[in-house]
């Protein structure tokens, strides 16, 4: 007799003499009453006819298709491989998946991805916001867990995992002026709609007026904003031509802007930290392996967040927010780690 392909649950339970519930059961792990004897005869007929559940009528049945959804503002970032990395880790020995996609720092398709996931039924969803103003999310009605990554949003109230960002960067200045730069800048993308990027530019204020500074003499002098207009190569040699009390020195808020710098202080044959001193923002490695940073001569010291770290807390307490939907809300910040390397090292040679 030719075997039958594409078997149900029904046939499963007439062949194994069994009712339909104790093969549901079985499928979904719950052994509670059920004998060594009726758990090897179902596990032998699934085994047989290579029976693969179907996840659609589970959901159906259950009400969770065991899907999380993250919708990352550009996958190009550096924060996105090590945080999707860590989120698939903490759902290794789950019965969760992950589904990824990118919004391409556009708010319409943010919206539009959270509406397909929506549709798809996703248990889920953690959030690497496109804007901080996003009215959309408050507006729709999102019936699930989130979780907002790395980045928050404006009067929108939900658990969020991210970087400790005024404190890397109260870190980075007083290192620097420990090191002997009086003359210290910020170098920054526009920071207007991106809220770890103004959290960085809040707390370089906020270090540089306890040292003497008014928010005048910053907005003006020390605080840089890289765009179409305004390129990295134009902002340091402007930083360098001014009359300053000493060497300056930089501080990046992101990888990008981290790189172009670097690349300006090459172009400008200027000699760190004898010239300039740099501290990038993320060199695109992680805090135990080499990233770009240290391919450079000197290495250039950084401020390195652990994205590993952000992305694997995030899921699990979207995990937790799945078991306890109604506990208080969480705010949980990894911190930053700076790492003190040749690029800043104007005391001791």
């Known amino acids: ?70 919708i990352v503002a550009d996958i190009e970032n550096a924060f996105a491989a090590p945080t999707i990395k860590a989120m698939n880790e903490s759902l290794f020995d789950s019965s969760y998946h992950i589904v990824v996609s990118s919004s391409n720092d556009s708010i319409l398709r ?34 699930v867990p989130l979780i907002l990554v790395d980045r928050r949003v404006k009067g929108f109230s939900v658990d969020f995992v991210g970087t400790n960002s005024v404190k890397s960067i109260h870190d980075a200045v007083s290192h620097l002026k420990m090191q002997g730069y009086n003359d210290v800048h910020i170098i920054t993308e526009d920071f207007s709609s991106i809220e770890p990027r103004f959290r960085r530019v809040e707390g370089f204020k906020d270090m540089m007026i306890n040292y003497g500074y008014t928010e005048e003499q910053l907005d003006k ?75 450079n001569s000197p290495s250039i010291t950084r401020l390195s967040p652990n994205w590993y770290q952000t992305g694997y807390k995030a899921m699990e307490l979207l995990k937790s927010r799945l078991e306890n939907p109604n506990g208080p809300k969480k705010d949980i910040k990894v911190d930053v780690i700076l790492i003190e390397d040749g690029s800043t090292k104007l005391r001791g040679f």
């Open 1 to 70: 007799m030719k075997k039958k392909t594409n078997i149900t649950i029904d046939d499963i339970a007439v062949m194994a003499g069994v009712s339909k519930t104790t093969v549901s059961r079985y499928i979904n792990g719950k052994f509670e009453y059920m004998s060594a004897e009726t758990r090897e005869k179902i596990k032998d007929i699934i085994k047989q006819y290579n029976y693969i559940p179907s996840n659609v009528a589970r959901s159906l049945k259950t009400k969770t298709t065991k899907l999380i959804a993250f």
């Open 110 to 143: 943010e919206k539009q991805l959270i509406e397909s996931v929506l549709e798809q039924r996703v248990d889920g969803i953690l959030l690497n916001a496109v804007n901080y103003d996003a009215p959309h999310l408050t507006e729709m009605n999102i019936d």
């Open 221 to 295: 002098n020390f605080i840089h904003v890289i765009d179409g207009k305004n390129d990295a190569l134009n902002v340091v040699g402007r930083i360098v031509g001014k009359n300053s009390s000493g060497v300056p020195a930089i501080i990046c808020t992101n990888g990008r802007t981290s790189l172009k710098v670097a690349k300006a202080i090459k172009d400008l044959d200027l000699r760190m930290p004898f010239e300039i001193g740099l501290v990038s923002y993320d060199d695109f490695g992680n805090n135990n392996s080499y990233g770009w940073t240290q391919l």
